[in-house]
């Protein structure tokens, strides 16, 4: 559908390599629209790419332009939870610094964190998630990055895209804002949306319509609300995720689920006339459930098993929730204790040996 008002040039994207192109069915190696046979017309949606995908049993059902780049605006802070909320503790306290919020618009998305503030990782992702914060996707980013920081972060995205087999995403930046060389595919969306809505905690989180991030000394408490308006509106839903750049224009990720079926949508590049992106999104939700259960156009590759050297990452001089006790046996302590067992044998030892010189003097 063509939007009322022309969108603004899309800048180029890297070309889709044809083997990456047909990752998940030769059907998806296209930049055309991909629907089973016999199925009903997809709706029209100014989206620039799109797929349905049903979550439990892998299938797509039907796509646009599966595999091409695209910008992804905010929907990319799904690939910074995916990466980082198995390595982050939720207990543990962390401070805001400067640096995490020097590089940011006052006039894009924010939790509300300042600078000194102290703050619960669980709080960050309710801000991350329900408010979009550009400022908690930071601070996460800055966290789970260890010693590398921010840029640490990122990287561990971009690790995880290769790991869910992602290969067409790459991050710039932690919270989606432009980057240089940062690009998405609705496909990669979709594995990236079936990894965190596996996850408990992140469903949790991504279905919270209001929260209250508490009070800290020296921190003042506030409440932050939900801006997905699915939650509620569109029956089944288990949230969403918005995102909008000038470049990206309208991104949106969104997980239903309806008599056993939980079909999740991803689109970018829409435009907010007519539809927007939550309309778009109920429209091609609507087709999706409609399709039979065995209709399919390819299917969601399954990841690389994770690995991980340290699962949880701490952060210096940081209150650590579930920090574990220090181990009571140290190198100096082995050495201590290796010395008095080869003393303790010695002195056992020293009367038979005593005995047996004895002896052998005897016999010669």
């Given amino acids: 559908m063509k939007p009322p008002v022309p969108p ?12 990456q192109g047909a990752v998940g069915g030769q059907a998806l190696a296209t930049s ?5 046979a016999d199925a009903p017309m997809a709706p029209a949606v100014t989206a620039t790419s799109w797929l349905v995908a049903d979550l439990t049993s892998g ?29 982050l503790d939720p207990a543990q306290v962390v401070e805001v610094t400067r640096a995490d919020l020097h590089d940011l618009d006052p006039a894009s998305s924010l939790m509300g964190v300042a600078e000194g503030g102290r703050y619960s990782i669980e709080s960050l992702w309710l801000g991350l998630l329900l408010r979009s914060g550009n400022d908690a996707a930071n601070v996460l980013a800055r966290v789970g990055g260890g010693n590398a920081g921010r840029q640490g972060g990122v990287q561990a995205m971009n690790d995880e895209a290769r790991r869910l087999r992602a290969n067409q995403t790459h991050a710039a930046t932690p919270s989606g804002l432009d980057g240089p060389g940062q690009y998405t595919s609705a496909y990669d969306l979709a594995l990236i949306a079936r990894a965190t809505f596996a996850r408990e905690d992140f469903r949790r989180y991504i279905a919270t319509r209001v929260a209250q991030i508490p009070a800290r000394p020296g ?15 569109y029956p089944g839903t288990l949230g969403g995720k918005t995102g909008f750049t000038d470049l990206a224009r309208q991104t949106y990720v ?7 079926r939980r079909l999740a949508v991803t689109l970018l590049g829409a435009e907010t006339a007519p539809l927007g992106s939550f309309g778009e999104a109920a429209a091609l939700l609507n087709w999706g459930f409609a399709l039979p259960p065995d209709a399919s156009v390819g299917r969601l590759v399954a990841p690389e098993e994770k690995k991980y050297d340290r699962p949880v990452v701490p952060v210096k001089g940081e209150p650590h929730g579930r920090a574990e006790e220090p181990s009571s046996f140290s190198l100096p302590t082995g050495l201590g204790l290796g010395a008095a067992l080869v003393l303790a044998v010695l002195i056992l030892a020293a009367p038979w040996w005593r005995t047996g010189a004895r002896r052998r003097a005897r016999q010669r």
């Fill in 32 to 36: 055309g629209l991909a629907i089973p």
């Fill in 59 to 87: 299938e797509v059902l039907g796509g646009c332009g599966s595999h091409e780049h695209r910008t992804p605006a905010s929907v990319q802070k799904l690939l910074l939870a995916a990466a980082l909320m198995p390595r």
């Fill in 8 to 19: 603004p040039a899309i800048p180029s994207s890297p070309p889709v390599d044809p083997a």
């Fill in 254 to 260: 969104g997980v239903a689920e309806r008599n056993g």
């Fill in 219 to 233: 921190t003042p408490g506030f409440e932050i609300t939900h801006d997905n308006t699915l939650l509620g509106i």
